[in-house]
């Protein structure tokens, strides 16, 4: 594997630029390929002698230009370019400042070579990619949780009466329990290598066998669905017009001292000019796409021009997510409160600790909503640089409804206290607008930037978006009380839902899951507070007499019904479940029989 020059199109030349020595001198220069701790270096087992790794010394079958964390054979090339590490036709060191080992002979460089496990071309941004090209036909997208298991993803496909379905190769089981189910889905477009779903075709078929659409006129009534939970605990799909999208990039805007545009021509002079000023966002959606913070934050990032950045493991790695933010340069990370801070936390104190601390220099600002962020954790992120922290109070029904801003300065960090945006008040139960330092409760209510409704559920919307005096307001029921200075403090989600990790979860389908165990008489679960997830689940149960079952195998029985993270924390085993006279659940006794037993509350 050598480094060869391009020639105008792309085309590798047959004479090699560099040697291999020539490799090895940049790459040590650039980076020391200093071993680190829990990185899991090629150089670790066989190659346990060496004090940096060395890719010359590395197996061809191994060799990485650059070896980084986790390089087994198993990987395709597509997860490791995916996970930013340079190999076969990945062009050399494209954020690394023009240098003269860049330079020579005025050309352009790839790595070029092939091993046998660089066989998948990268699809990384296929989401994006798709989510666009749906907008540009005047098609409707909308998120689907990953983590759903067949019963859940079959009833979201057919309420959002589903034509086409993209899905990553490693989801194909899970569509094709499915796929005879959804009457209305037409076309299903499988993105990755491996064995091709019956029935499906490639994306990278697709792309090579069509030419690029035509441009079409488009409207601002143009749709985007966006589910989240709702109150049967069924998800439902918020419908956001195209045009209420844009307005919600405000503040993306505001460096220029100017509204949001109206028209194409405004918002491409726009992106222009945010570039030319050097304040283009390039953000770190943490959290996946398919959650409400990244994916409203990545389409108002892409409205105005700037690049977004995803995590490429299934779950949350923080020394990943510090990496991609110093290999692309970040500017913003979006993250849902505790359950990131804590483990990002962790490990800048750890990479601190072990004198090679990880490179900050290009981030700026950190987003947080959807959960509570605490003051202990905004202090911390200070410690190690300061940077502006926005704490932001929005749902997927009504973003920027309040903000918490610090700037730099431990003091003016706080939990779960904000400051109420232009177009947000609090409205009481019976219609009225709470008075400052009134003590009196309400629910937070957004007139600015409002969706059309929920689709297909026009009681729900009617409850959620009201017109009072006239003016229609988003409603999506946290309760907050309002302080004498204006600002307010968060009390929570008026209905019986659990927010954990930013992640809404609802007791009936736990509970259902549960209860489909034979052993189980009856259940409710509810949520209690938990440092890092904001919430966790938690099921009070009765068994039936004798019974000799596990938690544990209790927790992987809902497994088998529902999203794993779904599913209890902790199983709370009383002699039997109250229920009010009617037969409904009572939430009141149940989590005040969780707070006793666990002493959480």
Known sequence: IGLYELDGDGTPLQTETYTNEDIVSFARAWTGFKVRPNRENLERGKYSG???????????????????????????????????????????????????????????????????????????????????????????????????????????????DAKALFFDVTLADRVAEVRDRCPDLQLMIQVGGGELLDGAVHYDDLLANHEPAPRIERSGDDLWFLYTGGTTGNPKA???????????????????????????????????ELHDRNRTTRVLAGAPLMHGTSGIVSLQVLMTGGAVATLPSRSFDATELWEVVAHHRLTMLAIVGEAFSRPMLEELDRAKAAGQPHDLSSLFQIMSSGVMWSKESKTRFLEHKKLTLLDTLGSSESPGQGSQL?????????????????????????????????????????????????????????????????????????????????????????????????????????????????????????????????????????????????????????????????????????ESVLRGPNGKADYTWAKKTAEEITGIS
């Open 50 to 160: 060496y004090n940096y790794v060395d890719p010359m010394v590395v197996d061809a079958d191994d060799r990485d230009v650059f070896p980084k964390a986790k390089l087994g054979k198993a990987l395709s090339l597509s997860e490791r370019l995916r996970r930013g590490y340079l190999a076969d036709r990945e062009v050399l060191c494209r954020d690394v400042p023009a240098q003269a080992f860049l330079l020579k002979n005025q050309g352009k460089y790839v790595f070029q070579g092939k091993s046998k496990v660089y066989d998948d071309k990268d699809r990384s941004g296929w989401t994006e990619e798709a989510q666009f090209a749906a907008f540009k036909q005047r098609a409707v997208p909308c998120n689907v949780n990953y983590r759903y298991l067949a019963d859940e993803l079959a009833y979201l496909l057919t309420n959002a």
């Open 406 to 574: 610090t700037k730099g300065d431990a003091e003016q960090a706080k939990t779960a206290k904000f400051e109420l945006g232009d177009t947000t008040v609090v409205i009481t139960d019976d219609g009225r607008i709470v008075e400052p330092g009134s003590g009196e409760r309400g629910r937070l209510a957004n007139r600015g930037v409002v969706p059309l409704g929920y689709f297909k559920d026009d009681k729900k919307t009617a409850e959620t978006f009201p017109t009072i005096n006239g003016v229609r307001y988003s409603i999506p029921g946290d309760y907050a009380t309002v302080e004498t200075d204006g600002s307010i403090t968060l009390l929570g989600r008026g209905s019986v839902s659990i927010n954990s990790g930013g992640e809404k979860i609802y007791p009936e389908e736990v509970e259902e899951a549960l209860k489909s165990h034979p052993d189980v008489i009856d259940c409710n679960v509810v949520g209690l507070p938990d440092d890092r997830w904001g919430q966790t689940v938690n099921a009070v149960l009765s068994l039936e007499d004798g019974a000799e079952i596990s938690d544990d195998d209790l927790i992987s029985h809902a497994r088998t019904r529902i999203a794993a993270y779904k599913t209890p924390k902790r199983i709370l085993r009383v």
């Open 238 to 272: 918020v419908m956001w017009p195209h045009a209420e999208l844009q307005k919600s990039a405000e503040a993306f805007y505001r460096p220029l001292g100017q509204p949001v545009p109206t028209t194409v021509e405004a918002a491409v002079a726009a992106a222009v």
